[in-house]
């Protein structure tokens, strides 16, 4: 799968669980989390400091795992905080184009 079309379907899901909530979902339990937008934004701190670590000891498994865990947590963040994903991608495609 393309890298756009991994993170597209990731959103959607993210989507899908914040319309139609579930105790069994982990998705759910962060966006219904009652710290509300805080709990996205302390995982999102807590896996970019375990991310940092990984890199900066060279271990490149654990990065890999690391960086998945970054991504995922700054896409609830984002949904957490109802931005959505295609403006941030915008935005990056506007610096591109310079
Ligand atoms: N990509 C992920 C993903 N990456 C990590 N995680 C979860 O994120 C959590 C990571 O937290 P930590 O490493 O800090 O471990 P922890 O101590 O259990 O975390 P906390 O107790 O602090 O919450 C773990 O519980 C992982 O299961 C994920 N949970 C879900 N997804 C995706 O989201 C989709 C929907 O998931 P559900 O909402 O659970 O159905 C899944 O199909 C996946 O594609």
Redesign the pocket.
């Known amino acids: 799968m393309q890298e756009r079309e991994v993170l597209g ?2 959103w959607d ?2 989507g899908e ?1 914040a319309e139609n909530p ?1 105790a ?7 966006l219904t989390h009652r710290k509300g937008v805080d709990k996205a934004l ?2 999102v701190g ?2 970019a400091v ?1 991310f940092i670590i990984a890199a900066k000891n060279g271990d490149d498994a654990r990065t890999v795992s690391e960086g ?2 970054l991504l ?2 700054f896409l609830l963040a984002l949904k957490a905080a109802n931005i959505d994903l295609a403006d941030v991608l915008a935005e990056l495609e506007e610096r591109r184009r310079g």
């Open positions: 379907e990731l899901v993210i669980r579930s069994e979902s982990y998705v759910s339990r962060i302390e995982k807590e896996e375990e998945a865990d995922f947590h």
